[in-house]
Every structure is written in C-alpha cells, then in structure tokens.
C-alpha cells in the first residue's frame, strides 16, 4: 500500500500498487510524485521506487548523426570583392573604377558559384555587389550628362592660360 502527495498538495490513499499504476497511466502522479511506501522510513519520488521505476525511465530514440562529407561551402572571395568594390563604387567619387571591378568581380563570384555549388555560396554578395556597381555606374553617366548639359562640368587637365 502506498499513500502519495498529490499535484494540489494533498494526501491520497492508502492505494494498491494497481490503483497507482492506473494513476500513472492516467497522468495523474508521475515520477516526481511524493510517495510513501508502507514500511518506509521517508517519502520519495515514485520514480526511486524499485516497483514502478520502469514505468518512467526514459525510452530515447537512437541518435541520427548526419554524415559528414569533410568539406564545408566557403564564401566565394570573388563575390566578397565585388560587393566591396560595388559599395565603393556607390559611396565613393572613383565610380568609373571601382563601378567595372564590382561588375567583373561580382560576375566572377557568380560564375564560380553556379559551376562549384557544393564549394561556394555567398550569391547573394555577388549579386548586390553586382547592382551596387551598375546603379553607380547610372548614376555617374547620369551626374555626367547633367553636368554637360548644364555646362557645369570643367575638366582640369593641370595645365594652366595665362
């Protein structure tokens, strides 16, 4: 016979062994219920109980390990070097020089990625270094045009009229 410390707090039994498995089954003590057995000495958990520790212990599926294939996708350096010089081009006055190595070196990123997917990724870098540098270069032959319609635009070759 067994007497436990219910949820609420509250003594319960004297109960059977049965009438304490049905309990369990029915979610109504588990293993941290605070139990008496008849003839004990001190309430314990009904887990520390020889009788009814197999009904808790634990039943963990096998572990699934995925393979690993010992190389790991880096990001492409070309793409790295085209998103920097795409912002350059887009932060920076040299929009006529950084604006072609973005292009050139985004479009290499891209080149490497696509034919080496299990090798590379970063695609997304390459492809914003790539618009970076085009919307540049726009608005560099855009600022051009402007300047030579507004006849603002003075080339200073270093030499000088007197």
């Not at 498995?21 to 219920?33: F, H, K």
């Amino acid at each position: 016979m067994y007497r436990i410390i219910g949820a609420d707090g509250r003594p319960y039994g004297p109960v059977s062994t049965e009438q304490l498995q049905q309990w369990i089954a029915e979610g109504r003590a588990n293993a941290q219920t605070q139990t008496f057995a008849e003839g004990a000495a001190e309430w314990k958990p009904l887990a520390a109980l020889p009788e009814f520790a197999a009904r808790f212990t634990l039943q963990m599926p096998p572990t699934i390990i995925p393979p690993v294939s010992g190389t790991f996708r880096k990001t492409n350096s070309n793409a790295k070097a085209g998103l920097i010089f795409g912002l350059l081009a887009f932060f920076c006055c040299c929009k006529f020089l950084f604006g072609p190595l973005g292009i050139i070196f985004s479009l290499i990123g891209l080149s490497e990625i696509n034919r080496h997917p299990e090798s590379y990724e970063g695609r997304g870098l390459a492809i914003a270094g790539l618009v970076l540098s085009i919307l540049s270069l726009l608005l560099a032959v855009v600022l051009f045009m402007i300047a030579l319609a507004t006849g603002n635009f003075h080339l200073n070759w270093g030499f000088h009229r007197f």
